[in-house]
């Protein structure tokens, strides 16, 4: 596989791009098309009505999975019912079918020259784990020496994922709305790739040593982050993003928590005015104290959880 082949496979999920590394994204994120698994739950998402103080509802909030197996109906009626309600889109990442402008962000950003031979980028007992991974993917060390060590860790990240971002739930929604009501984007794909890149060396190499770690362990359940996705499960959720490299604490705050605050306080604005939003963002960064969830009701906002599973047929 040759570099511009690696710029394709982690274009293809720019909206997944940090939301899991932020391990509800890029952990489900594949050109492997998956298939319908009959034991996968009945959907039972993460969805929010956002009311004010004084009554109103001023919006609401989706918790997003950025790719999916196919075969996956994740539509409810109480899911359908809040697009049809609302005035605009908010989303992590807009624009995802314009491939030019992709391409172009992506280069500007994830390739320099100088950097030393991959292997050296992780700790010397990780290098066999590192040449494993890489043989498992189909890469080749050199298809990787003008790329940066963040973009390294997206590509090698993605090996053995299932799930396709054309199923994803942000995708979705975008057509939904896309030529009928406004879409906004909270980053754009040059500002999630930006806070990779501006991340120390040190960090980079920390990420992508916790990639490697993590495909080397194995034992793992693929799906468990794709079961808590459908069933709405906040504390499993909420715990993958203290796991790997999240658990370094300025990891996290450059790639979860110091984003939530920055979207917080780009939202109250949105919120105050005449329409009404539907923000749906990657799910982990709704959950837990320092989520999406508690900065708005930090903020005075009721944040009331919708039921969105379907009711079976009489």
Request: charge should be negative; hydrophobic fraction near 45%.
């Amino acid at each position: 596989m040759r570099p511009h082949a690696i710029r394709a496979m982690i274009l293809r999920c720019a909206a997944a791009i940090i939301a899991p590394l932020l391990l509800i994204g890029l952990a489900g994120c594949s050109d492997a098309p998956g298939g319908s698994d009959p034991e996968r739950p009945a959907p039972s998402l993460l969805l929010y009505e956002l009311v004010s103080a004084d009554g109103t509802v001023e919006g609401w909030m989706f918790g997003t999975i950025h790719a999916l197996p196919d075969g996956i109906d994740w539509r409810t009626p109480a899911i359908d019912g809040v697009i049809d309600a609302a005035d605009l889109l908010v989303v992590e990442v807009g624009g995802l079918n314009r491939r030019d402008d992709r391409r172009s962000i992506y280069e500007s950003l994830a390739q320099s020259p100088g950097h030393p031979p991959l292997a050296e980028r992780v700790p010397a007992e990780l290098r066999p784990q590192l040449a494993a991974l890489i043989d498992r993917s189909g890469l080749d060390t050199r298809d990787f020496s003008g790329e940066e060590t963040w973009a390294v860790a997206l590509a090698l990240a993605r090996v053995g994922a299932t799930g396709n971002p054309a199923n994803g739930v942000d995708a979705a929604l975008i057509d939904d709305f896309s030529g009928k009501r406004p879409v906004r984007e909270l980053e754009g794909l040059r500002g999630q790739l930006s806070i990779f890149d501006r991340l120390p060396e040190t960090q980079q190499r920390s990420m992508l040593a916790a990639v490697v770690r993590e495909n080397a362990e194995g034992g793992k359940d693929p799906e468990r982050l794709l079961r808590a996705w459908l069933t709405g499960d906040a504390a499993v959720i909420e715990a993958s993003t203290r796991e790997g490299f999240l658990a370094d604490p300025a990891t996290r705050e450059a790639l979860l928590t110091g984003r939530n605050r920055r979207w917080v306080a780009a939202l109250v604005p949105m919120l105050g005015e005449a329409s009404r939003p539907l923000i749906a963002v990657g799910t982990a960064h709704l959950v837990g104290p320092d989520g999406l969830v508690a900065l708005l009701e930090a903020q005075g906002y009721r944040v009331r959880p919708i039921p969105t599973a379907a009711r079976p047929a009489p």
